[in-house]
Each structure stands twice: as C-alpha cells, then as structure tokens.
Nanobody, 126 residues
C-alpha cells in the first residue's frame, strides 16, 4: 500500500525559501508520475509542478514557476520541492501525490493521481 509523508512546512517570512520533502513508502518511483499541489484557504487544490515517469517536468502558476525547483530521488523514494522568494500568496497546504505506474503522461491535475499525502502547511507571515 502506498504511503506518502510530506515534511518541511512551517511559518516562513516573505522572501525566504522553502524546501519540502515527500517520502514515499510501499512503491518504487521508477515508473511513477509525481505531483506537488497546493491548496490555499477557501480555494481549489491546484498544481505546482508535475514530473512524468520519463522525468519530464511541467511547472505551473505564472511567477511561481520561475521560483520553483523540483527533484526526485528514485533510490531514496523521495521528491523535493523548493520555492524561492516566498510571498504571502504562497501560504497553503502543500500536497505530494503519485501515480505509481503512469507510462503515458496524464494531465497534471488532481484526478490523475490516486495516492496523496496528508499535506504540510506552509504559512508565509511577517
């Protein structure tokens, strides 16, 4: 059974960088598609970045995409998300999601990922 644990959230100041980790248990990442999503209070869960099973990366979010770095470590079954130059608008619950076997790329959207973590809260506050 797939189990996902996100970590690295907290309270951060505007302008700082955050680095979130996603540890995946119960499945290897070699053929997996991976997504980072975020959900701000009262809003939909939206994609931040998706990585296909062939390691093609798709970023979202206007200025967000210019501040985002993502990496995966298939050996450690971990995925990392870094967002630089945080703004108040980055405050959200951040989720990691995977589809363990996705040989053909699907849209980077919530329905494309069957397995989700509980999320880690990021609050940007002065």
């Amino acid at each position: 059974q797939v189990h996902i644990v996100e970590s690295g959230g907290g309270v951060m100041m505007p302008g700082e960088s955050l680095r979130l980790s996603c540890q995946v248990f119960g499945v290897t990442l070699e053929n997996a598609a991976i997504g980072w999503f975020r959900q701000a209070p009262g809003k939909k869960r939206l994609p931040v970045v998706c990585i296909s099973s062939k390691n093609s990366t798709q970023f979202f979010g206007g200025s967000l995409k210019d501040r985002t770095t993502v990496s995966r470590d298939n050996v450690q079954s971990a995925i990392y998300l870094q967002i630089d130059s945080l703004t108040y608008e980055d405050t959200a619950l951040y989720y990691c999601a995977i589809d363990p076997f996705q040989p053909i790329r699907k849209p980077c959207a919530v329905p494309s990922f069957p397995s989700w973590g509980q999320g880690t809260q990021v609050t940007v506050s002065a």
